[in-house]
């Protein structure tokens, strides 16, 4: 720097594009060294100082102060002491001992720090209407909806009603497949015209051009299941050329699970995409242990550049509609025309001993693992296990019998089940995974109504308590990463899944020595507890374990 100012003896100047030079005295060129040194070093004096001690003097005011705690910032990495210093909404500050005041100080001694938990998977298209409040008491801050093929078609509209029904927690979308597909074709079981097909393209596009994160499928729903692949990979490159994730509810979870899910993994290859298998398992008792090979086949696919992860609820029961185990093509057209083939005895027949072929070529002898959830027709009846119920109505439980009481229900209004078809060794394999993520596969529901999934309510503090603190499958640094950065880095979504300065202020401050899920499938409405403060945007929702009622949630678009 000095050597150019060492050089200035003379002045150029333009006039009236000419060149002149201005000779400066002697005694002018000292002053001027001078100066410029001075303004140099006042200038990088300042600069450095109000880089970091902008916020360190004991007048500086913060909206919150969190103090002493054990910070796991979500990389992965070791904890560490730490202060942590929020302003109008974004951390401004951590170190290890921060100066100033604040309206709120949380002394966080013994505590973990962690960011908030991003839930990728969930089904929350409701969530304007239903209390969030299960989901921020495990922990959760950001909840991606539109998942399984299904969500809105109208993403900006549905993201942009978080400024009218303000809500617990930030919202991301995917563009459903089902729900494109239904809008074009309905429920057809057949594959699209060109012009059909162009249709649903241009929803996508328009989906993701107004925010979604990616395009979802559910291949094992109507109407996803009558898709072929091709049709699958034509929307697919849609997303894809809008920076989107490819999420599916893979075809086959069971018998065809490893062919499902090459076919995942092709349609990201081919359409040049990150792939992200939603709810990854062996849900079949005839394929349980199962699991290394299907683990291998997306460690290879990672190994060849194709950035594929998958998401997981730790526990060995499932839950989605009853309707899922009968044969797609006996429910095409909807569920008038489902009804006359059920009624219609040739086709009956089929239906029959399509369902007792599955059934028996998943290692199952009947439907004793299949319990109600909620059927709004009977009530009397969610908690119960079809067989149970089989015995109850008919006096009978046959295997013919559970069929028919299956139809029965599907016909009076479909119910939502609770599927028993899992193991443990297999639950504890995907989760030691480092592309694992940790998702709920829930949505915002009414309090106390019916007998759900526990996942609902406890699967994040599930991860601490039984797998971090009581079986050591994972360390909690990993747990947390699976929760926060590496969901945050496969869905793009900035500026949030790590506690760093400049990052919304999403936080956690749990006791990791007590963190529990209370949920159980006999008693599922129960909170998390052990997660003490909730911070979405910087507001608290959770606070000392009661919710404050505070709705800071912010719509989250892909840019």
Not at 13 to 30: A, Q, V
Not at 77 to 93: E, S, T
Not at 331 to 346: F, N, Q, W
Not at 514 to 526: G, L, R, S
Request: hydrophobic share 40%; glycine share 8%.
């Amino acid at each position: 720097m000095l050597s150019w100012i060492g050089l200035i003896h003379r002045i150029k100047i333009d006039l009236t594009g000419l060149d002149h030079y201005i000779e400066i005295p002697s005694n002018l060129l000292t002053m001027i060294h001078r100066y410029t040194l001075f303004v140099l070093l006042l200038g990088g004096l300042i600069s450095a100082c109000t880089s970091r001690s902008h916020f360190s003097a004991k007048t500086t005011r913060f909206d919150l102060l969190i103090k002493n705690g054990r910070v796991v910032d979500g990389t992965g990495n070791p904890w560490y002491v730490a202060d942590i210093a929020v302003k109008r909404g974004r951390i401004v500050r951590i170190d290890p001992h921060i100066e100033g005041k604040a309206k709120k100080v949380i002394d966080a001694r013994n505590r973990i720090v962690c960011p908030g938990f991003i839930d990728v998977h969930g089904h929350a298209e409701n969530v304007y209407q239903n209390s969030s409040e299960r989901f921020t008491r495990m922990g959760v801050t950001t909840l991606i909806t539109g998942n399984c093929g299904s969500s809105v078609t109208k993403v900006d509209s549905f993201l942009k009603q978080i400024r009218k029904t303000p809500v617990a927690l930030n919202i991301a979308t995917l563009v459903g497949h089902n729900s494109v597909r239904r809008k074009v074709m309905g429920e057809a079981n057949r594959a699209p015209t060109p012009q059909e097909l162009g249709q649903m393209k241009v929803i996508v596009e328009k989906g993701m051009r107004d925010g979604a994160v990616g395009l979802s499928t559910g291949l094992i729903y109507v109407p996803g299941t009558y898709a072929t692949t091709d049709e699958v990979l034509a929307l697919a490159k849609v997303a894809s050329l809008a920076g989107g994730v490819y999420a599916s509810h893979i075809r086959n979870e069971a018998g065809a699970l490893l062919e499902a899910v090459r076919e995942a993994i092709h349609i990201g290859r081919e359409a040049r995409m990150p792939v992200e298998i939603s709810h990854f398992k062996v849900s079949s008792k005839a394929m349980w242990g199962s699991s290394p090979q299907s683990i291998q086949l997306v460690r290879e696919a990672r190994q060849q550049g194709l950035p594929v992860t998958v998401d997981q609820y730790v526990y060995t029961a499932s839950s989605t509609r009853l309707s899922s185990i009968i044969p797609s093509w006996a429910l095409a057209g909807g569920s008038v025309e489902a009804k006359k083939r059920i009624e219609h005895p040739d086709t009956l027949v089929r239906i029959i001993e399509a369902m007792k072929q599955n059934l028996l070529s998943g290692g199952s002898e009947s439907y004793d693992y299949a319990v109600v959830a909620n059927y709004k027709t009977d009530t009397t009846l969610n908690g119960k296990s079809i067989l149970q119920i089989t015995g109850q109505v008919k006096g009978k439980v046959d295997l013919d019998s559970q069929i028919a009481q299956i139809l029965e229900m599907y016909l009076k209004g479909d119910a939502q089940m609770v599927y028993h078809s899992m193991n443990e060794q297999d639950v504890e394999r995907i989760l030691a995974e480092p592309f694992t993520m940790i998702a709920s596969d829930a949505g915002p529901g009414e309090y106390r109504s019916g007998v759900p999934h526990p996942r609902g309510y406890g699967n994040n503090a599930r991860v601490l308590g039984r797998y971090v603190r009581e079986k050591k499958l994972i360390p909690l640094e990993d747990a947390i990463r699976k929760m926060t950065s590496l969901p945050a880095q496969t869905f793009g979504l900035k500026e949030r899944g790590l506690l760093m300065e400049g990052f919304a202020s999403d936080i956690l401050i749990v006791d990791e020595n007590t963190v529990t899920d209370n949920a159980t499938f006999d008693k599922p409405h129960q909170y998390a507890t052990g997660i003490d403060y909730v911070i979405v945007n910087g507001l608290l929702v959770i606070e000392h374990g009661a919710h404050t009622g505070a709705l800071p949630g912010q719509a989250i678009r892909n840019k």
